[in-house]
C-alpha cells in the first residue's frame, strides 16, 4: 500500500513504525524527528500532507484535530479523496476520518485494529447498523459508481428498507442485509456494463468487463480511435467505464495515437503477435489486404477475443481505425 504515516512526537513515531509494519509505507515527521527511516518536512503540515494528497492512505498519530485541520484543504471528492485514518500514540484507538467507504478508511481501521490489538472507532451509519454499504462493496470489487447522488440515496434507503438488486449475471439468493432481489422499483441496484435502467432511480454499477479490439492504419490519430470506440460502445448500449483493456497486433506497438489515447483514459494496452491473434478460435470476416499488410486477416475482432470472452459487438469500421468488442466473463459475490 502506497501510506504516508504522519507522526510529531518521538512516541508517535515509534507507534507510526508499528503501522508501517502492517500496512507498508513511509514515515513523515516534523524536521527535527528525521533521521534513518524518518523523512522530515519543512514548512507547514497542511503542505506536507498535501504532496502526499495522492497516496492510498494518510495515517496520522496524533489528535484527531490536528489530522481534520491538515486535510481540510485538500479534500475534494470521495471518489478519489485517499484513506485517512486517525490512532493515538498508544494505538489504543483507530478512527477512519476520512474515505471510510470507498477510500478504505474503514476496512484499514479494522485491519489496524486487529493487528496491533486497538479498538475501530467506525461511525458510519451503515457499519453502524449492520447494513450493506454499497459504495464500499463496489469500491472493493473495482466497480464504478455512476451517480454518487444516487448511491447516497441508496445508503439512506437501506437504514430504513431493503433495496432491490440485479444484476446480468447469477448472484447468491442470500443478499446482505440491506438488499432484496428484484428488477422494478422506485430506487434500486443494477450491476452491468450495459447501460441498464430497471428502476425509476438505478444506481448502476458497472464492472471493468469489456474487452476492445482495435486495428488502425498508420498515423490514426487518438481522436478517430476515441471517436470510434465511442461510438461502439454506444451504439451497443455498453458503458465505457466497462473498458477493462484494449488490444490491438504488435506491430501497432509504436502508435502514438493508441498509445496516447490509452493512457489518457488510463486503459492498459496489450499487443498481440500475428500468429497469436491467428490462434484466436472463431469465425471472422477476413481481409486479405489485411492479411499482406501484417500477417492476420481480422486484428479488431481476434484482439477484442485474445483474452476471453464473447464478441458482443463486431467490427466496426470509420476513419483508418477498426474497433470490436467482447464482454470477459464477470461475476457477483458478496464475501
Same mark, same amino acid.
Given at each position: ?16 513504525? $508499528? ?12 524536521? $527535527? ?23 492510498? /492512505? ?20 470521495? $471518489? ?11 494505538? =489504543?484507538? &483507530? ?11 474503514? =476496512? +484499514? ?5 486487529? /493487528? ?14 449492520? $447494513? ?8 472493493? =470489487? ?21 433495496? %432491490? ?5 447469477? !448472484?447468491?439468493?442470500?443478499? %446482505? ?11 434500486? &441496484? ?8 430497471? !428502476? *425509476? ?12 479490439? &482495435?486495428?488502425?492504419?498508420?498515423? /490514426? ?28 497486433? *504488435? ?6 495515437? +493508441? ?68 464482454? +470477459? ?7
Amino acid at each position: 500500500m502506497n501510506a504516508v504515516i504522519f507522526a510529531f512526537t518521538d512516541n508517535g513515531v515509534a507507534t507510526a513504525r $508499528r503501522v508501517r509494519g502492517v500496512i507498508g509505507g513511509r514515515i513523515v515527521a516534523p524536521a $527535527r524527528l528525521a533521521g534513518g527511516d524518518v523523512e522530515g518536512y519543512e514548512g507547514t503540515l497542511s503542505d506536507a500532507v498535501g504532496g502526499a494528497f495522492d497516496s492510498d /492512505a494518510l495515517v496520522f498519530v496524533s489528535a484527531a484535530g490536528i489530522a481534520v485541520r491538515a486535510v481540510a484543504p485538500h479534500a475534494a471528492d470521495k $471518489r478519489s479523496d485517499p484513506a485517512v485514518l486517525c490512532l493515538d500514540e498508544r494505538a =489504543r484507538f &483507530v478512527i477512519p476520518l476520512l474515505s471510510g467507504h470507498i477510500g478504505g478508511a474503514n =476496512r +484499514l481501521a479494522r485491519t489496524l485494529a486487529d /493487528a496491533l490489538g486497538a479498538t475501530p472507532v467506525v461511525t458510519t451509519a451503515t457499519d453502524v447498523n449492520g $447494513r450493506f454499504a454499497v459504495d464500499t462493496w463496489a469500491a472493493e =470489487r473495482g466497480l464504478s459508481i455512476t451517480d454518487m447522488a444516487l448511491a447516497k440515496a441508496v445508503s439512506a434507503a437501506i437504514l430504513t428498507r431493503d433495496v %432491490p438488486f440485479c444484476a446480468d449475471v447469477g !448472484f447468491s439468493d442470500k443478499l %446482505p442485509a440491506g438488499l432484496t432481489p428484484g428488477e422494478s422499483g422506485p430506487l434500486g &441496484v443494477c450491476v452491468s456494463p450495459r447501460d441498464r435502467r430497471p !428502476f *425509476d432511480d438505478t444506481l448502476l454499477l458497472v464492472p471493468r468487463a469489456l474487452s476492445v479490439g &482495435v486495428g488502425c492504419k498508420k498515423g /490514426a490519430s487518438a481522436e478517430a480511435i476515441s471517436a470510434l470506440i465511442d461510438g461502439v460502445l454506444a451504439a451497443h448500449d455498453l458503458r465505457i467505464e466497462a473498458v477493462s483493456r484494449v488490444n490491438t497486433i *504488435d506491430v501497432k506497438r509504436g502508435e502514438p495515437g +493508441l498509445i496516447s489515447l490509452c493512457a489518457a483514459r488510463r486503459w492498459p494496452l496489450a499487443f498481440y503477435s500475428a500468429g497469436q491473434l491467428a490462434a484466436v478460435p472463431g469465425a471472422f470476416e477476413e481481409s486479405e489486404f489485411v492479411r499482406e499488410a501484417v500477417g492476420v486477416g481480422n486484428v479488431c475482432e481476434r484482439a477484442a477475443l485474445a483474452g476471453g470472452g464473447r464478441l458482443i459487438a463486431p467490427k466496426s469500421a470509420g476513419g483508418g481505425v477498426t474497433v470490436a468488442v467482447a464482454e +470477459l466473463e464477470w461475476g457477483i459475490d458478496f464475501d
